[in-house]
């Protein structure tokens, strides 16, 4: 039998919770194992539990009827998905697909709801969790409105780095293919090279195969919000322009 504790070790998945609390919580898990492209669940499904990522990846998003596909996020090792239907009873948002042979552990929501009416302190652990992934929708959804590419990218580029971290040499702890960027900024694999070798070619980031070194975050934060600014000003401009060519007329 696998020792769950043993398989914890060394994954962030509980970090900052009482000894006593972890007991509780793994005491009511069970083990799940995906194969590479299985659902753990589809938009729409009832939710039945929630889920602690071992290992493996596991990617939450959307397809439209046309085979367009949005990536909302990449869940790694460490992540807790599948929470926010337990907590409000709704079905689900989006689809949950491992990348790749993936393991977790999963918790029914008898058993959450149980273990929370014994131990509310354990909303403490949860609460920031859910109020960060609430920001950076909100974010997401403001930039998709809003900014132009080049600020969306950089935008994203720094929430990931936030929300995953880096390693010592300041690369994206996240395996990151161009193609699963694009996804998650609903633009063309194409669109999204050609700014990355734009930052590249400026020393704002190094490109490897499904990796991405930060080099000048300063610059990077400069560049989300220069292109803010230029996109303002240009709209701005037009507005002038049109208003000039409405007093000649008249």
């Known amino acids: 039998m696998v020792d769950k504790r043993n398989i914890l070790r060394g994954n962030p998945l509980m970090v900052g919770l009482p ?9 009511r898990c069970k083990f799940r194992h995906l194969a590479d492209g299985e659902y753990l ?5 009832a939710g039945e539990a929630m889920y602690g990522l071992l290992s493996g990846r596991v990617s939450l998003g959307n397809s439209s009827r046309s085979g367009r596909e949005l990536l909302v996020m990449m869940a790694e090792p460490g992540d ?3 929470e926010v239907s337990l907590f409000d009873g709704g079905p689900r ?42 920001r ?15 600020s969306r990218l950089a935008l994203r580029l720094l929430d990931i780095k936030t929300f995953y971290g880096c390693d010592e040499h300041g690369q994206l702890a996240v395996h990151l293919p161009q193609e699963d960027l694009a996804k998650m900024l609903g633009v063309s694999r194409q669109a999204v090279s050609r ?3 734009r930052l590249e070619k400026a020393g704002l980031v190094a490109l490897a195969y499904g990796r991405l070194r930060i ?12 292109k803010q600014v230029t996109q303002k000003r240009q709209k701005n401009n037009k507005k002038g322009e049109r208003k000039k060519q409405t007093k000649i007329r008249k």
């Open 195 to 197: 700014e990355l070798k």
């Open 215 to 226: 080099l000048d975050e300063d610059a990077l934060r400069r560049e989300k919000k220069h």
């Open 80 to 82: 807790w998905i599948g």
């Open 136 to 150: 950076l929708a909100l974010s997401y959804v403001e930039a998709a409105a809003l900014q132009p590419l080049a």
């Open 19 to 27: 000894a006593e609390l972890v007991e509780a919580l793994l005491a």
């Open 93 to 134: 948002s989006h689809d949950a697909v491992a990348r790749g042979a993936s393991q977790l552990l999963s918790i029914a929501k008898s058993d959450l709801d149980e273990l929370l009416a014994k131990r509310p302190e354990l909303y403490r652990y949860f609460l920031p969790m859910l109020c960060r992934k609430l």
């Open 41 to 45: 669940y589809k938009q729409g499904d």
